[in-house]
């Protein structure tokens, strides 16, 4: 079963501006991570943040986790058409099974040149 | 970094049949692996998690005599569709979890299957 949500939905800007993404989780987790996926292809991890952590950056990247709300945002600053694509939050829940990811429902954003 | 692969990427397939896809860690060695299943325009399902070595153990409501799972060897898992049906048809994409990180997994590019 999917574990979260995600909103909005569908995000559309134009190149320049940041997009921002939300995504809330229902369990205590170990860690949340974000992916991203090219129309029809696989996924490729963004980036991982622990239960312990509360932001973290990667380029043009930054995630926030708030653990006592339960969800976690992902903000691509200054976005390019190359970044259009699904994102997914997804989360890893339990200590006895190790990497099993839950995912949330998918953000579409569209960057317009 | 880390590579995974699957085959075929995509295939059609007659209603009745069989159909295995392989999944294959191409340079590292992936004792679990994990199948998830998405249908077009919505999000990753997980299904099922095979190990190594051991049967493999499925989500609720996934049917693992319809979702046969092998993970033959260390950096070879494969999921098999028997008597597909029409609603089979969706988008199979593997993972393996990077045992010296933190909890990242790497995916496979996925297999389109279409049951006609």
């Known amino acids: 079963s999917q574990q979260g949500e995600e909103d909005p939905q569908a995000l559309s800007i134009q190149e320049g501006e940041n997009a921002t993404m939300n995504c809330s989780y229902k369990t205590s987790i170990n860690n949340l991570q974000w992916y991203r996926q090219n129309s029809g292809r696989g996924l490729v991890h963004l980036i991982l943040i622990r239960s312990n952590e509360r932001e973290k950056h990667s380029g043009r990247l930054r995630v926030t986790l708030d653990t006592s709300k339960k969800s976690s945002s992902l903000l691509i600053t200054a976005s390019r058409a190359a970044d259009t694509a699904s994102y997914f939050c997804?989360?890893?829940?339990?200590?006895?099974?190790?990497?099993?990811?839950?995912f949330g429902a998918g953000t579409q954003v569209v960057v317009t040149p | 970094g880390a590579v995974v692969s699957q085959h075929p990427s995509w295939v059609i397939c007659k209603s009745g049949t069989s159909v295995k896809i392989e999944c294959r860690s191409l340079d590292f060695q992936a004792t679990t692996m994990f199948w998830y299943r998405q249908f077009p325009k919505q999000s990753l399902m997980l299904m099922a998690t095979s190990n190594e070595g051991s049967k493999a153990t499925y989500e609720q409501g996934v049917e693992k005599d319809k979702f046969l799972i092998n993970h033959a060897s260390l950096t070879l898992s494969t999921l098999t569709v028997t008597s597909a049906h029409p609603e089979d048809s969706s988008f199979y994409i593997c993972s393996a979890p990077d045992v010296g990180g933190a909890g990242e997994q790497y995916f496979g590019p996925g297999t389109r299957l279409t049951v006609t």
């Open positions: 997804a989360t890893d829940e339990t200590t006895d099974s190790w990497g099993k990811l839950q």
